[in-house]
């Protein structure tokens, strides 16, 4: 099986900023957005994890990824996942 894993990250540095991805390896994943080797995720280190959905496969996960991402899916995440 493919396993994809869509993650919410949160800011500890700025609260209210969010950041939503598509990975294999959450904590590999997480590992690079604090270290800085991520430029869209950079300047509001550090992050921790807030939500983690895994799929079993690849086009279901970015499906998803791409409506959390969306206005709409952005109220769905705020409303499901408690993210502010």
């Not at 209210?16 to 957005?33: I, K, N």
């Not at 604090?34 to 939500?51: D, E, F, H, I």
Request: aromatic content about 12%; proline content about 6%; glycine content about 4%.
């Amino acid at each position: 099986m493919d396993k994809r894993f869509v993650y919410v990250l949160r800011s500890l540095s700025f609260p209210t900023r969010r950041y939503v991805g598509l990975t294999s390896d959450v904590a590999q994943r997480l590992e690079q957005h604090n270290r800085g080797l991520t430029p869209s995720t950079t300047a509001c280190r550090p992050w921790t994890l807030s939500v983690t959905i895994e799929f079993c496969d690849q086009p279901r996960a970015v499906a998803f990824e791409k409506y959390l991402k969306s206005p709409s899916g952005r109220a769905f995440a705020r409303r499901h996942f408690a993210i502010d």
